[in-house]
């Protein structure tokens, strides 16, 4: 059973913004990456899938189960990290910690690992933290539960790159412990490390999606050069990874995720 | 109910509960205080002088008894704007602030149906009012008792604060309801704040009397009547029952509203 399935998904905010007839799905345990510009509709989708916004049309459902009727029990499997973060703001980090457990009525089995893992101090008034701290207080609130599904909204947005590695090889391991992830991004480098599959979303609808893989290899270009001589070759194919052949070389360009983007968005963003 | 929103936000109501009981406590007893024989005839000779004014602030009737002293001096103006106040703010900062400021993100991304989130909070709400007018209630009879023994009888007293429950119990209904409806918490604050301010506006004016007294037909305060539930009037109760009924529609409404709308957090 899919995970994640979303039909025929459709909410128009007039003057071209909102989502169009989207449909995807993503299988049990599969990374999928949804990258567009801003206002694309990257949280429109994610608001859907959350139950905070009623399907105009379509529907979406997470475990099978509707995500506008049955947000309850969907939520119940999923983490969620916001784009936008407000919090209590009359709480310490590790009171909100404690009342997101006692609130979701789950124990948090995994907080002291994470709180070690972003080297958070959790004892700080969560309105005097900087805007990473507080990124980090929202990814501690998302995983400390130990959730199947995990919805990430630009999760790493505000954390320094150290954090943001950290971030990528926690999203990896949790992948490789079967999690279903759906990472919104506009960091493509995020995305080519995490995710197994991508959805580029522009102006509300799905521009491409494939696998990384394939759309590397849609995108791959290889030239061949010849050398004068076999040593030189040689060399050049070490020094470029290519492939020799005699005093031929063939390198393949594979184009980041990022040059695809702009090839499908033409360079400019339009609305 | 979820346990751990309530005591949240019971936890945040006591700052707010606290503060408008002291404010409570100093009115209550210095009235009761004042109360005496010859204060009552400077007080009525007040009326006398100037009865538009003194009407507008409730202080109409001329006092008799202790309860219809308290009754003109503490339920035509402090009783009803303190817990009235409570309610506004409280009602606001239940709902409406948490989806303008975002927060209410963290309480509906859980295994928590919508319907749990408002009603734990509607309960907070009640609550709070309950709370306030218990502590009134004790503080009248406490201060009274010490103050003139035997001259407040309970019963009178209790069947008047049940009106003001009943009051507060239908405002606070409106508050709540425009809380779970607006998105923006200055929406929430025009009409929870907005309607039972111009209500009791519409009193003062109707107290006044003259050409304006119809328009009590537009204040909800008009059905809290001190001096008919003192006197057991059938008219009293009706106000009584209707206040409560309409409470009861609002919360319920206020919920399914919450319920139903988008929540762009």
Request: hydrophobic share 50%; net charge neutral.
């Amino acid at each position: 059973m899919d995970a994640v399935c979303v039909e025929h998904l459709s909410r128009d905010f007039g003057q071209n913004r909102g989502i169009f007839d989207l449909t995807f799905s993503i299988p049990e345990g599969e990374a999928f990456g949804l990258l567009g510009p801003n206002g694309a509709g990257k949280t429109t989708l994610i608001r859907h899938l959350m139950g905070f916004l009623r399907p105009k049309s379509g529907s979406c459902h997470i475990a099978g189960k509707d995500c506008w009727a049955h947000s309850d029990l969907v939520q119940k499997q999923v983490g969620y990290i916001p784009g936008e973060i407000a919090f209590f703001e009359d709480l310490s980090g590790i009171e909100f910690l404690r009342f997101i457990e006692n609130y979701r009525g789950v124990f948090a089995v995994r907080q002291k690992e994470l709180l070690e893992r972003f080297e958070l101090d959790p004892k700080v008034k969560l309105k005097r933290m900087s805007k990473g701290t507080k990124q980090k207080v929202a990814i501690v609130a998302a995983l400390m539960q130990d959730p199947q599904i995990l919805i990430l909204d630009e999760p790493t947005s505000g954390l320094d790159p150290l954090m943001q590695n950290r971030f990528v090889e926690l999203i990896r391991e949790e992948k490789e412990r079967g999690k279903t992830i759906l990472l919104s991004s506009h960091l493509f480098e995020e995305v080519e490390r995490t995710c197994d599959r991508v959805g580029m979303i522009r102006a509300g609808s799905f521009a491409a999606v494939d696998t990384i893989e394939t759309l590397r290899q849609r995108h791959l270009r290889s030239y061949t050069v010849t050398l004068e001589s076999e040593e030189k070759a040689q060399a050049f194919a070490r020094d470029f990874s290519g492939i020799c052949n005699g005093t031929c070389v063939t390198i393949s360009a594979r184009l980041s995720l990022e040059e695809i983007f702009m090839d499908y968005y033409g360079g400019g963003v339009e609305q | 109910m979820n346990k751990a929103l309530f005591l949240r936000e019971m936890k945040k109501s006591a700052k707010l509960l606290l503060l408008f009981a002291a404010v409570i406590t100093l009115y209550v007893s210095c009235i009761i205080y004042l109360y005496d024989p010859e204060t009552t005839e400077m007080l009525n000779r007040f009326v006398e002088v100037m009865p538009e004014l003194m009407a507008a602030v409730g202080m109409g009737t001329i006092a008799g008894d202790l309860l219809e002293f308290m009754v003109s001096y503490l339920y035509g103006f402090i009783l009803l704007i303190f817990p009235m106040l409570f309610c506004i703010l409280r009602a606001n900062g239940l709902i409406a602030k948490y989806v303008d400021g975002g927060a209410m993100l963290w309480l509906t991304a859980a295994p928590v149906k919508r319907r749990k989130i408002a009603f734990t909070q509607m309960t907070v709400l009640v609550c709070g009012i309950l709370l306030l007018l218990i502590y009134t209630t004790a503080l009248e009879f406490f201060i009274a008792s010490l103050l003139f023994p035997g001259e407040l009888m309970l019963r009178e007293l209790l069947l008047v604060n049940l009106g003001l429950l009943a009051m507060h119990f239908f405002l606070g209904g409106i508050c709540f309801f425009a809380s779970c409806t607006f998105s923006d918490t200055r929406l929430s604050l025009a009409v929870g704040a907005g309607l039972p301010t111009l209500m009791f506006v519409f009193q003062m004016i109707a107290n006044v009397g003259g050409n304006l007294r119809w328009i009590r037909f537009l204040s909800a305060f008009t059905l809290f009547d001190p001096t008919g539930l003192i006197a057991e009037k059938t008219g009293a109760a009706m106000g009584l029952i209707g206040l409560l009924l309409g409470g009861l529609l609002l919360y319920p409404a206020g919920i399914a509203v919450f319920c139903k709308k988008d929540l762009a957090i």
